[in-house]
């Protein structure tokens, strides 16, 4: 029979829950419990795919093609189980779901009311999530319920997990609450009262916290734990600190440390051999004893929310840590990028141009693409970040001076970019978008295999055969692959099935490195090896600064 153990939030948003529970997941894991994590969203967006990355942050997609949470990115690099659609909900689909069984008649013409109609249904996602009857099922699942207590939102999500603690009986359920306690300044000591507030709030609702996760700047002395206890119900072992780290990848030994796992285990009754937290610290050595550092450019436009970029940020550090190297990202605004400024990628290692969507600073990437090519500088382009490339490279190398994506000029002469739909048929006519399209089901979304050219920087990273993580709607025209190999671009990688662009290089006789993809590696990269791209590129970044050095230590020489 699964167990669970549900992790909540309080007092503010944004505390690290999905690092919590994805901390727990790795200690009990390390222990020889088969786990799982799900992730309760109670939004009414059925998924994020269509929510902007300020609101939400980015959108992470699981191997079977769900466009999910981002924390489903840390459960991946945190623990073995791959995550699916089912690790992942939302309010939205709940009710979706509900309304699609009163429809069909399934309630037997009952007034469909939340409770008990909309908490069993969150009860079976819940189940259907933890693998319950089926050959997947887990020892353990944790799951993460969004947003804070106290949310009106939060609620039907918080009595189903009642409901679930109370069906299950005694010693099948834990109940883990993370929780804030501020420093305050003026008054030089750490406050517990936001703390006591949340946990009476959560007793309102039925739920007694076995566990607090106690957020903080510093590490809480025995004396505030000792209060917190005191004031809600939890013994002083239960109440535990979690302070600011340098890396996230501490914070499965501070939990440990701290007894967390052993606590769950006895409250579960489980019996396991001890935690063996040794490749934890192994890459927290690594982390801490880099041998040389790098700088990244990273040209995009959500820079002002690193969230945005979660997953690429730490493919990057995964692949500095394969390398012993220490990998700063600064991130450069697209939209402010020009051709009189555009110089500035010059101090950088490498440029990386991410994923995105709509016209604002699509022109900047362009110009970071055609500085990179030009300068030989190491260039890593990642679904519109390969569509970039391969407009500049079109425009300037192959002749076609107005190349674009229908996705920014609709009427462009030269759409060596588009939606399937829209690429010309036999008789040169252009097939236009329905603008009715539904943004959140045209999508190509999920894992897909291509063929890779032999002889290709993509073959000396992946082999015959490269399989990814896709998001994106407009591919690389076919109509205009020919003309663009006349001219030097290198189709590296093609779909299996629909025979689509999936990699473009430049030959290494050209460039050192220039290289864009149309799927998401960085969904795939873990801390433990990297993944093949990212460690390729960091290579070639060190590889350049390596030269950059030189050049500057002879010029120094000279003068």
Request: hydrophobic content about 40%; some cysteine; aromatic content about 8%.
């Amino acid at each position: 029979m699964t167990k669970y153990v549900f992790v909540t939030g309080g007092v503010v948003s944004s505390l690290g829950k999905g690092i919590a529970a994805a901390s727990l997941a790795a200690i009990l894991e390390s222990r020889g419990i088969k786990v799982t994590l799900i992730k309760l969203d109670p939004y009414l967006n059925v998924d994020p795919g269509t929510m902007s990355p300020f609101q939400h942050g980015e959108v992470y997609v699981t191997e079977d093609g769900a466009e999910t949470d981002l924390d489903l990115g840390h459960y991946e690099r945190f623990i073995t189980t791959r995550m699916k659609k089912a690790n992942n909900f939302t309010t939205g689909q709940i009710y979706k779901s509900v309304l699609e069984r009163e429809r069909r008649g399934d309630y037997l013409g009952k007034t469909v009311q939340v409770i008990p109609h909309v908490t069993n249904e969150i009860q079976e996602f819940v189940k259907r999530g933890a693998g319950v009857g089926t050959e997947h099922e887990v020892d353990v699942a944790i799951v993460e319920i969004g947003g804070t207590v106290g949310d009106i939102e939060s609620l039907p999500f918080l009595e189903a997990v009642r409901q679930m603690s109370l069906r299950m009986g005694p010693n099948n359920s834990a109940f883990v609450h993370l929780t804030y306690v501020p420093w305050i300044a003026a008054a030089g000591e750490l406050k517990t009262k936001p703390t006591q507030h949340t946990a009476q709030k959560l007793r309102e609702i039925g739920i007694q916290a076995d566990v607090l996760l106690c957020r903080a700047d510093r590490r809480i002395p025995d004396e505030e734990r000792e209060k917190i206890s005191l004031f809600t119900n939890v013994p002083t072992w239960g109440v535990i600190s979690m302070w600011d780290v340098d890396t996230i990848y501490k914070v499965p030994r501070i939990l440990h440390e701290q007894g967390l796992d052993g606590l769950i285990c006895d409250k579960l009754r489980i019996h396991t051999p001890p935690a063996n937290l040794k490749r934890w610290d192994e890459l927290v050595r690594e982390f801490e004893h880099p041998e040389r550092e790098i700088t990244i450019a990273m040209c995009g436009k959500y820079t002002d929310l690193s969230d945005s970029y979660k997953s690429l940020n730490e493919a990057l550090r995964h692949a500095g840590m394969h390398s012993h190297a220490k990998v700063l990202i600064e991130y450069v605004d697209s939209e402010t990028l020009t051709a009189d400024n555009v110089q500035q990628l010059a101090a950088f290692d490498a440029v990386l141009v991410p994923g995105g969507f709509g016209k604002r600073g699509v022109e900047g990437k362009v110009l970071a693409a055609k500085f990179a090519r030009e300068s030989k500088l190491p260039y890593l382009g990642i679904c519109l970040g390969m569509q970039v490339a391969t407009i500049e490279f079109a425009r300037h190398q192959a002749g076609l001076e107005k190349a674009n994506s229908t996705e920014f000029e609709p009427d462009t002469p030269h759409p060596v970019i588009a939606l399937i739909e829209e690429w010309q048929d036999a008789d040169g006519s252009i097939q236009k978008r329905s603008s009715s399209s539904d943004l959140g089901g045209t999508m190509r979304l999920g894992a897909q295999s291509s063929d890779v050219k032999s002889g290709t920087l993509a073959h000396e990273i992946y082999g015959d055969v490269v399989t990814e993580r896709h998001r994106h709607r407009y591919e690389a025209n076919v109509n205009y692959l020919d003309q663009l190999g006349a001219a030097g671009l290198v189709i590296s990688a093609i779909t299996q099935r629909e025979k689509l662009t999936e990699i473009v290089e430049l030959p290494r006789s050209v460039h050192p490195w220039f290289m864009g993809v149309q799927f998401h590696p960085e969904f795939k990269s873990t801390p433990w090896g990297g993944h093949p791209l990212f460690n390729s590129f960091i290579s070639a970044a060190l590889a350049h600064q390596r030269e950059r050095l030189q050049i500057v230590g002879s010029e120094k020489a000279a003068a």
